[in-house]
């Protein structure tokens, strides 16, 4: 059963210090999506890619947040430095051009 | 540019009653439309979606939406509420050739006994 994976599921972090989060898609689906959830704004694009390269990630804080993808398998999103209204629970999602998007379990962060 | 609203932040059903979740949505292309559910501390699951075919598209669970492109609207619909449905649903649309994926801001289903 194919899904798209997300470690760590949980993560707790004091403000300043560096977060990584990593997705691993769906093989053979090219495009990849980051997520933020969080109360107040609901959910909101941070980044997107196709075929490996970024194609808009006009979501996201450029001076602390980052977003790569090493290899197909592998996505990740980093903070540094992390501070608390970066707490929330961030998705990736992945699917084919054209096509919908499956989430995966998420990542909650809390930064104190 | 894309844009989905939907009508209502809360809608409370009981128990074996129909449910319907309003969704309107705003695209300068052929949009392709989605729902998806997500329950309490999980991830988004899709639940149904429409891309250019029969307008009347069924999903899991029991739901079903209809696309009507003269009303831009995509409203999700089931007969019968059962207890596990209570979640939150978001209505999603995504035009043709673009990428992103526009979420509406949610809605949360509640099913009393």
């Known amino acids: 059963d194919a899904r798209v994976t997300q470690t760590p599921r949980h993560k707790v972090t004091e403000m300043g210090q560096e977060v990584t989060m990593r997705c691993q898609p769906i093989l053979g689906h090219n495009t990849v999506f980051w997520y933020r959830q969080t109360m107040m704004q609901g959910l909101e694009l941070l980044a997107y890619?196709?075929?490996?390269?970024?194609?808009?990630d006009s979501g996201m804080p450029k001076d602390r947040f980052s977003a790569e993808m090493p290899d197909a398998t592998l996505a990740t999103l980093k903070i540094q430095p992390s501070e608390p209204r970066d707490s929330a629970v961030y998705f990736c999602a992945s699917g084919l051009v054209d096509t919908e998007a499956f989430f995966g379990q998420g990542t909650r962060l809390t930064v104190v | 540019a894309q844009s989905v609203t939907q009508l209502d932040s809360h809608v409370s059903v009981s128990e074996g009653t129909p449910v319907l979740l309003r969704c309107n949505y705003s695209s300068s292309y052929s949009p392709s439309l989605f729902w998806y559910v997500q329950h309490p501390n999980k991830g988004l699951q899709l639940l149904l979606k429409?891309?250019?075919?029969?307008?009347l598209v069924k999903g899991i669970n029991g739901f079903e939406a209809e696309f009507k492109k003269s009303e831009t609207s995509f409203h999700l619909t089931k007969p019968s509420a059962h207890m596990s449905d209570a979640a939150e649903y978001f209505c999603?649309?995504?035009?043709?050739?673009?990428?992103?994926?526009?979420f509406g801001t949610g809605t949360r289903l509640l099913v009393s006994p």
């Open positions: 999603v649309v995504r035009s043709k050739g673009f990428q992103k994926l526009v």
């Open positions: 429409y891309t250019s075919a029969a307008t």
């Open positions: 890619f196709r075929n490996r390269a970024p194609l808009d």
